[in-house]
Structure formats: C-alpha cells, structure tokens
C-alpha cells in the first residue's frame, strides 16, 4: 500500500517525517526531496532549477518505490495525483500551512525568494479536495499523529494509534 502525502515547500514535510518514521514503525516513510542531493551530483545541475531533468527524477524515486514494494509506503512530495496517474494505487493527503506562515518558514531556511511559487502550489494543492493536515501553529509531533490519524488504518497496525489531543 502507498499513501501519499502531497505538500507545498514550507507545509512541514522534510520536519515530519522522522516523526513519522517513529509513529509508523512498519511502514517506510520517504521525502521525495530526501534524494535531491545524490541526484544533483549526478546530473550535475540543481534538479528543481532544471526541468529537463525532472522526469529522469520522477522515475528515480518510482524505481525507489518499486523496490521497496510491498511494504507499507508513506510519500512525501509535491506531486499531484494528476502528476502521479501512473503510480499505484494509494491514498491521498494534503500537508498545507497558512500562506503567512509558509512564507515565514521558508525565510528562516533562506528560501524567501521560492515563497510565490510555495504560495501558488499550495493553492493548487487545495483546490483538489483532497483531506487535509493542516500544520498551522502546532508543532511538529502534532503534525505528525495528524497525519497518522488521517491515514489508511493499514498502515498502522504495527504501531498503536495516536490522538493529537492527548
């Protein structure tokens, strides 16, 4: 089984997923940017900055997918369904932040200058109707059992489930 986790830059998805590496112990939890840097020594080029390899890195990460199958497999990225409509089969979350504070997160990582896009994607992102996990104001542990809760039960029967409230 596949979930995947559809964010824009700033929602909180590079934060959350060592969290959810912990809360999802039998389940392989993967940032889509987490193979950027080994990807870019590679191609020689910033990937997000150069779109002619853009699909070359979408068919990395597929091959990474494919091999890990049939584990439980949580995907974090910036991909819409749309995008993905040849990928298996699995559910879909939105991971979103108001636009005030996606821009304020991205300034303190020194990527203001990404901030229109991030806004642009996210309300794209929104416009789906997907379920979404909205990680305005909490920390990162509530983000985290946010989503847990908000995914496939499958997923979670190796590990118990976790009520943000509590």
Known sequence: MIQYVLAAPGSGKTTVTPLLRVLLPGS??????AFMGPAEALAGVAIPQAPQTWANYESLVRTIVEQICPVNIILLGVCTPRQLRRWPDG??????????????????RGHSGATTGAVADAAVYRSLGLPIVDSTGLDPREVAEAIVNMIDPAF???APRHDSSS
């Not at 559910?91 to 303190?108: I, P, S, Y």
């Open 28 to 33: 392989v939890v993967l940032d889509w940017d």
């Open 91 to 108: 559910g879909w979350l939105v991971l979103d932040c108001a636009d005030v504070e996606r821009r304020t997160r991205l300034a303190r």
């Open 156 to 158: 979670t029967l190796s």
